[in-house]
């Protein structure tokens, strides 16, 4: 599978973005509703941190010391799409923002090993 992330800009602090993540698949390939999915971020000088994954079934985790309810992943299969809604931006969430897709299904968590395929990162900037 094949990602492309969309939707980094520059915002102000308390501001909104909405990042989405296509994926495309060959023929006979596992299905996109079959990955776990996934965004990271990394900011200069620091290791990539989980943000958000959303499982084949639909389950969700937060990376919670990174997000506290301020982010929603969802999916939309028949799109072959998945989303990161972050409201409430802060200048510490400025970093690159990469999904990322996990199979067979259940191996995508909150690890980055846990993940096989890659996009190739969209710059979210928070300004204060």
């Known amino acids: 599978v094949q990602l492309q992330a969309f939707g980094g800009g520059l915002v102000q602090a308390g501001g909104s973005l909405s990042l989405s993540c296509e994926a495309s698949?060959?023929?006979?390939?596992?299905?996109?509703?079959?990955?776990?999915m996934g965004w990271f971020r990394q900011a200069p000088e620091k290791e990539r941190e989980f943000v958000a994954g959303i499982s084949w079934m639909g389950v969700t985790t937060y990376g919670v010391d990174v997000v506290k309810g301020r982010f929603t992943i969802s999916r939309d299969n028949a799109k072959k799409t998945v989303y990161l809604q972050m409201n409430g931006l802060k200048p510490e969430d400025t970093a690159v923002y990469y999904c990322a897709a996990g199979f067979p299904p259940g191996r995508g968590g909150i690890r980055a090993e846990e993940y096989d395929y890659w996009g190739q990162g969209t710059q979210v900037t928070v300004s204060s």
């Open positions: 698949t060959r023929a006979f390939s596992p299905a996109f509703s079959s990955y776990d």
